[in-house]
């Protein structure tokens, strides 16, 4: 379901790594890193998102007649740090779950791009569901993705904090599942899928629901060690399936310098 950017963010999925840590809490624990490399392709991901699909020969026309629409679309002037270095790791976010299985036809990304620059919107930031062949939906497994990133210089505690918050039953419960539940229906008739199929995703509300819970925690490189600390403390989980992913991502601190 995600529209723009589609190439490069399966070339940022094709180049991911991951490494498998011991379980704690209830939690499956991952370690991925996001080197300079992997730095340029997730940058390359989000420019081309914010473009929505503008090539070379479209934007040399509407510059003849004084359209700058590259600079329209990015609005580089009206961009808010804190909500770039997000949307860049919620795409890396997306790009994993492509590493789970899924494909971007799968994936719904409710908040990237922005509709503004400067403000942010409420919500899951990656979710992603497979339809089985059981009528009654328990075959169908629903993936939710919280994203949070810390550019704090001393601790992790924070980020570790608000990921583990966000994917509590409490966040999550019956009222606020449901209203997700309802847009991402929406979406799925949206993209062509039947309506009777669609509909199964309000199955996802029941407590034998096939549903895992991602955590995503990024913080600069220089922090990792911290991160990797702060899952000896982590709570245990409310979830049967639930992920914990420690991002390791170079110079994140200055990623918003280096965006479009």
């Not at 089985?132 to 328990?138: A, I, R, S, Y």
């Not at 606020?176 to 993209?191: C, F, G, P, W």
């Not at 979830?239 to 280096?258: E, G, I």
């Amino acid at each position: 379901m995600l529209s723009h950017g589609r190439h490069e963010i399966e070339a940022l999925a094709a180049a991911l790594v991951s490494s498998s840590d011991p379980p704690t809490s209830g939690w499956d624990v991952e370690t991925w890193k996001v080197g300079p490399a992997l730095r340029a392709l997730a940058i390359a991901c989000y420019k081309a998102v914010l473009l929505g699909d503008m090539d070379d020969a479209a934007i040399n026309i509407l510059s003849t007649w004084g359209v700058k629409v590259a600079d329209l679309l990015i609005a580089p002037y009206s961009k808010n740090d804190k909500l770039t270095r997000a949307d860049v790791v919620e795409l890396l976010a997306a790009a994993m779950f492509l590493r789970d299985g899924f494909t971007l036809d799968d994936l719904f990304l409710p908040n990237v791009p922005k509709m503004s620059r400067k403000k942010s919107e409420s919500g899951l930031d990656v979710i992603g569901v497979l339809f089985g062949n059981d009528l009654e939906g328990l075959e169908d497994l629903l993936h939710l993705a919280s994203v949070k990133h810390s550019i704090n210089k001393k601790s992790a505690a924070d980020v570790r904090w608000k990921v583990v918050d966000s994917l509590s039953r409490k966040t999550l419960g019956q009222p606020y599942m449901t209203t997700q539940l309802r847009v991402l229906n929406a979406r799925l008739k949206e993209q062509g899928v039947d309506a009777g199929v669609a509909r199964r995703v309000y199955y996802f509300l029941r407590d034998d629901s096939n549903v895992r819970v991602v955590g995503v925690a990024a913080v600069d490189t220089d922090l990792s060690s911290n991160l990797d600390s702060q899952v000896d403390v982590i709570p245990k989980t409310e979830w049967p399936q639930a992920v914990f992913r420690k991002v390791s991502f170079d110079h994140l601190r200055d990623l918003a310098d280096d965006c479009p």
